[in-house]
């Protein structure tokens, strides 16, 4: 793959990106399919698995969140799982294709020992054979150091929304907060796995933002996961109004043609779309897919049902060691 520093752009414009949102749809999947060609075998796509290593009772008040412990949604809280049940999981994963393993706390910030025994847990995971991703909330300069020591992968840590829309969203910390720990990340010298979801009732301005904040970071990050809000009784977003699927697919689309070189990551919301819609989002450039029956807390399609939705489409799961 010959590189060419012309193609990555870290200064796009409000405008442009809403010139390209508003283009006749094939003409943007052709751009976007176009693109995707450029860096990556349009047949493949990578598979990660989930795991919720630390499930509730977090005091951050994230409006779209089943975890929050601001809202009632029936949820069990669980301490910190412990090692032994985190790599029989991660095998399992392994075993049923996944080449990264991704776990997730429903922390607004670790402790120290949290570090400790996280880390541990990766390098389970790594002894096994598979990348590894976590998703802890934010991060100190030490934190950060000590995961990168301890063989980290990737760190995921979503911008969400915009940074107008945030504050309806979230009100227990600042956009600028979000900002700051996918700076120590960057700077340590981890992959950076950072996106957003829409489907909360932002605008399309607000989308566009979101992905003008990830292609205009120093940086592209490595993975882009985007999310279609999947609603949660009980959350405040239970009940907003539902994006136009073709939206969602433009959405793919633009974050493809914007930073060429991610991995773009059709993510929660899975069980909501049809195999029409998933193979569009493919066409549009995505790439990467949460694989396995559970997200964190709520459902994702059946691993069989992806197989044969691969097999349909001719799509093979990527290799390990790439983006
Ligand atoms: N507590 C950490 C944090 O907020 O960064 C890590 C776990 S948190 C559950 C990880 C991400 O899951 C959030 O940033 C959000 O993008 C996504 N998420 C949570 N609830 C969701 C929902 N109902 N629908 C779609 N995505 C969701
Ligand atoms: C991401 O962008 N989506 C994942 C992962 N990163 C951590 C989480 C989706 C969570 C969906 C709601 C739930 O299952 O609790
Ligand atoms: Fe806590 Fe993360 Fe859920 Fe926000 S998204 S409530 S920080 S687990």
Not at 35 to 52: K, M
Not at 153 to 163: G, K, P, R, V
Not at 288 to 311: C, H, M, R, W
Request: proline share 4%; hydrophobic share 40%.
């Amino acid at each position: 793959m010959s590189a060419n520093p012309e193609i990555l752009r870290h200064n796009w414009a409000l405008e442009e990106v809403l010139t390209l949102f508003a283009m006749p749809f094939n003409d943007l999947i052709y751009q976007a399919q176009t693109v995707h060609r450029r860096y990556f075998d349009p047949n493949e796509v990578q598979v990660s698995s989930l795991l919720s290593i630390k499930t509730g009772a977090c005091s951050e008040d994230c409006g779209y969140c089943p975890q929050s412990a601001h809202y009632h949604t029936g949820l069990q809280a669980e301490k910190l799982m412990a090692l032994d049940k985190v790599l029989a999981e991660a095998q399992a994963a392994k075993d049923a294709g996944a080449s990264r393993f991704c776990m997730g706390a429903a922390w607004r910030q670790p402790k120290d020992k949290d570090i400790d025994q996280v880390i541990e847990m990766v390098q389970g995971v790594k002894a096994l054979g598979m990348e590894t991703c976590v998703t802890l909330g934010m991060l100190t300069d030490d934190q950060t150091a000590k995961l990168k020591d301890g063989g980290l992968d990737y760190y995921n840590h979503n911008l969400d929304t915009s940074e107008e829309y945030y504050s309806e969203i979230i009100t227990t910390r600042t956009y600028q907060d979000r900002l700051d720990t996918l700076t120590r990340v960057r700077d340590a010298g981890i992959n950076v796995c950072c996106g957003g979801i829409v489907g909360m009732g932002e605008s399309s301005e607000d989308r566009a933002k979101l992905l003008i904040e990830l292609a205009n970071l120093p940086k592209h990050p490595e993975s882009v996961p985007i999310n279609m809000l999947v609603q949660v009784e009980g959350t405040p977003l239970k009940g907003a109004e539902a994006l136009d699927p073709i939206v969602f697919v433009r959405m793919i689309a633009v974050a493809r043609i914007m930073m060429p070189k991610s991995r773009v990551r059709l993510s929660a919301g899975r069980t909501n779309m049809s195999d029409e819609m998933q193979a569009l989002c493919f066409l549009a450039g995505a790439n990467s897919i949460f694989y396995g029956e559970k997200l964190l807390t709520t459902d994702n399609p059946e691993a069989n049902q992806d197989k044969v939705l691969f097999e349909r489409l001719g799509v093979n799961r990527g290799d390990m060691n790439c983006n």
